[in-house]
């Protein structure tokens, strides 16, 4: 890692440390929620690890065409208070894949990340790779047509879990899977879904 990735990465953690003393995480206080969405957010990120090498070649290809970019970044992960604890987790856990990126990867709030990037701007990635995995468990009412394919009982609401990776050349992605939650478990409804601008 570069000494400029370096400092760019230390003060994005540095910044999100004041923030949360602002602004603290909350995470959902329903049990059942919480084990749902860490299940599907754990599930994501463990298949990226075991595909890490891929991604860190994608990258180190790109690098190699633009010197103004490292081919060892930061690796930010946007989430949710509750993917933010499985990412730590992951991380922490001491997988081959997850020690090759320990000193390097940070997991903050899309709001945290979106407000580093606007006071010191990295907008090619040259210093980072961005992964993001998160779900929107409240979509609005009017996008319910567009799912019209996969109707919900009564009590039943829809859930689009986002996930993709940014600033790994060929390896980039943006995903959308659409899932049910009854108040109870989470159930795949569609992998893959393509939603309308």
């Known amino acids: 890692m570069r000494a400029e990735t370096r400092g760019w990465f230390q003060g994005l ?4 440390l004041e923030h949360r003393e602002k602004k ?3 995470p959902p206080d329903d049990p059942a929620l919480t084990a749902a969405e860490r299940m599907i957010l754990a599930t994501q990120l463990a298949t990226w690890l075991t595909g890490w ?20 970044p930061a690796l930010i992960v946007t989430s949710s208070p509750v993917g933010i604890a499985v990412t730590e987790d992951l ?3 001491g997988s081959p894949p997850a ?6 990867a940070a997991a903050v709030t899309e709001l945290e990340y979106r407000l580093w ?43 689009l879990h986002r996930a993709g990776i940014r600033g790994a050349g ?9 899932w049910k939650w009854n108040g109870h478990h989470a159930s795949l ?4 879904v393509r939603e309308r601008v």
């Open 13 to 16: 953690q540095q910044f999100v």
């Open 24 to 26: 603290p995480l909350v």
């Open 53 to 72: 090498e891929s991604v860190e070649r994608e990258r180190r290809h790109w690098a190699a065409l633009d010197p103004t970019t490292d081919s060892e």
């Open 91 to 93: 991380v922490s856990g």
């Open 99 to 104: 020690q090759a990126l320990a000193g390097r």
């Open 117 to 159: 990037c606007i006071q010191h701007p990295d907008e090619h990635n040259a210093r980072h790779v961005n992964l993001w995995n998160w779900i929107k468990t409240s979509v609005p009412e009017q996008r319910h047509h567009e799912f019209a394919a996969f109707p919900l009982a009564t009590g039943e609401h829809y859930w």
């Open 170 to 178: 060929e390896a980039d992605r943006r995903d959308c899977h659409l």
């Open 189 to 192: 409804l569609k992998a893959f």
